[in-house]
């Protein structure tokens, strides 16, 4: 079983920084691929970022590339996502996101566990 805790949300002022961090437990998280996705109010969850199971392949959304770094310590079972330059249509519920030792994938429905989400606000 696998269980993700995200934490590290808040409110923060455009143009702000934020560091997202989600706690993995299970054996497995060394071989996983791991992904981060958001939900604002009223849209559909969409996909921000995934690391592959080493670091060494990430992937980001069009709408965060320059700005969001995913990155992930296996020895701490932590994946995290730095957040810079954000903007109030950042603003929504960041979701981590495991998907086995399998390939990275954009689309929430190939990934098999979620955390609870942590709620991140953006002023403007």
């Known amino acids: 079983q696998v269980q993700l805790v995200e934490s590290g949300g808040g409110l923060v002022q455009a143009g702000g920084s934020l560091r997202l961090s989600c706690a993995a437990s299970?054996?497995?998280?060394?071989?996983?691929?791991m992904a981060w996705f958001r939900q604002a109010p009223g849209k559909d969850r969409e996909f921000v970022a995934a690391i592959n199971y080493n670091g060494g392949y990430t992937i980001y959304a069009d709408s965060v590339k320059g700005r969001f770094t995913i990155s992930r310590d296996n020895v701490k079972n932590t994946v995290y996502l730095q957040m810079n330059s954000l903007r109030p249509e950042d603003t929504g519920v960041y979701y981590c996101a495991r998907r086995g030792p399998v390939a990275i994938a954009t689309t929430g429905a190939l990934y098999d566990y979620w955390g609870q989400g942590t709620q991140v606000t953006v002023s403007s």
């Open positions: 299970g054996r497995t998280f060394s071989s996983d691929t």
